[in-house]
């Protein structure tokens, strides 16, 4: 009730200026007045300040792809600030200028060099100082000061609608069938040597599009100016979808796994190419030794990983889950013990030589993943549960020819993706292709020391006791 009554005092209020405005245009178009103008400059800031209260903050989305609405060009796109949408030009007969004129909206801002105008008179907007946080929703900026706040500062931010919440944990839309990215897009910003590193990134600094469009929405996500407590990847996944030539794309599930080889493979790319930077294999790559034995000859190859995958127990394999009356569990440590064990299994033998800052450990649920993930039914999925610990030492697991111990390499969990079926409501069997596969992640709030599950926008505070319990995937874990 409170927000429909609010709703419509805006209605009000929107009328109200926008009668304003059509008194002082009224006013500067007599003669008389047009010649004050020209002698004092008063009226015209008079007016101007009256166009400036008619931007509505509430129509205002910058997420979307900077096209014009009527043209679909990218070139010289403008967003007016009274409704939301976007034009291109700003001269006589643009789209712009007929917009201003047809539908009285009058301030607008490029949405490249971040300038206002007012339109149709064609000027630029001087005094900007109460436009800086439409500024800041287009493109937002950090510095040191901002960064060391955010490994300390509780405090919540608000959003138009003062709905609290916390920078860093707010809700990716779901577009359509994007969710698979989203839980990526998640983790990644939330490996805090990489986050401090886009967050200080300026646009200037490269020409990449996907440097460019992966760190707008980390900025995003950790800002605490928002409009609304929730950000579309729009723009970001409708250039993955080009640069990947259609693979992922926002209308087809996908394996969440493949996303994140293909992103941190490109990133790597485009930082090492663009900045010479090798920010991405620094902090996300490993090395092992892969020793295959044929005939009696041991081949040996040293290869870099992104991720490690592991396999579950074979015994415990059920299609599609079905029948199951307990659900199989084992231990994370098992599992990495089977892989490293240091013997040969189907021919081949794993030593991790080097550990990267972030260890990326997946969990290899799916016979054949893609063919699941897409939606064809009657591939295996295997439901067990792996129970792990909050913290890891990996010195175990590494190659170790010298007769002394390693020292602990402890690794702290700060994300968990999880896979979950949602059964379709119609049970006959043509109708099990509705089944839909959906993607959440669960990340650690470092500075409240508590966990969030996000869910596309749903978000809610777990138990760390509870982490396990869901069908993990990916498992995000950061060195101490
Ligand atoms: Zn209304
Ligand atoms: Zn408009």
Not at 97 to 107: A, G, L, Q, R
Not at 241 to 259: C, E, R, V, W, Y
Request: proline share 3%; glycine share 4%; with cysteine.
């Amino acid at each position: 009730m409170v927000s429909v009554s609010n709703h419509h005092q805006d209605h009000d209020e929107q009328r109200r200026k926008r009668q304003k405005i059509e008194d002082l245009s009224e006013l500067s178009s007599s003669s008389e007045e047009k010649e004050n103008i020209n002698d004092h400059g008063s009226n015209v800031n008079s007016i101007e300040d009256a166009y400036l209260e008619t931007i509505n903050r509430f129509k205002l989305d910058f997420d979307f792809e900077k096209i014009c609405s009527i043209s679909l060009s990218n070139v010289n796109v403008y967003s007016c600030l009274c409704c939301g949408k976007y034009f291109q030009g700003r001269h006589d007969s643009s789209h712009a200028f007929f917009h201003s004129i047809n539908d009285n909206h009058h301030v607008f801002i490029n949405l490249k060099t971040l300038k206002f105008y007012i339109l149709p008179e064609n000027y630029e907007v001087k005094d900007t100082s109460q436009l800086e946080d439409i500024k800041y929703q287009i493109e937002p900026y950090y510095d040191g000061g901002k960064i060391k706040q955010l490994y300390s500062s509780k405090e919540l931010a608000s959003d138009l609608n003062h709905n609290k919440y916390r920078p860093g944990f707010i809700g990716i839309n779901n577009i359509n069938c994007n969710d698979y990215s989203n839980v990526i897009i998640q983790a990644l910003s939330h490996a805090n040597k990489l986050r401090d590193y886009l967050l200080l990134f300026k646009d200037q600094d490269s020409d990449d599009e996907l440097i460019r469009q992966f760190s707008l929405t980390v900025k995003k996500i950790w800002s605490s100016k928002l409009f609304k407590s929730h950000i579309s990847p729009h723009e970001l996944l409708q250039f993955i979808s080009k640069k990947s030539n259609g693979i992922f794309t926002l209308a087809k599930q996908k394996d969440p796994k493949d996303f994140l080889i293909w992103l941190l493979n490109n990133l790597n790319q485009s930082f090492f190419k663009n900045k010479n930077s090798k920010i991405i294999s620094k902090l996300f790559q490993g090395k092992v030794q892969i020793e295959s034995n044929e005939n009696e000859k041991i081949d040996s190859k040293i290869s870099k990983f992104w991720l490690i995958s592991l396999d579950l127990p074979h015994s415990s394999l059920f299609k599609d889950g079905a029948g199951l009356t307990e659900v199989p569990q084992v231990s994370l440590l098992t599992l990495l013990n089977n892989k490293f064990n240091n013997e040969f299994f189907q021919g081949k033998r794993f030593k991790i030589l080097q550990l990267p800052q972030y260890l990326i450990l997946s969990i290899n649920r799916f016979d054949n993943a893609d063919s699941k993930i897409t939606g064809i039914s009657g591939s295996n999925r295997n439901p067990t549960v792996v129970k792990f610990p909050l913290m890891l030492d990996m010195s175990k697991y590494i190659s170790n020819n010298a007769q002394d111990p390693i020292a602990p390499i402890n690794y702290k969990l700060i994300g968990n993706v999880i896979y979950e079926l949602i059964p379709s409501s119609n049970t006959t069997d043509e109708e099990k292709n509705n089944d839909k596969n959906s993607w959440k992640i669960q990340l650690l709030d470092q500075v409240r020391n508590s966990w969030l599950e996000i869910h596309n926008l749903k978000i809610r505070e777990i138990e760390k006791e509870l982490l396990f319990l869901n069908e993990s995937y990916i498992l995000i874990w950061e060195k101490m």
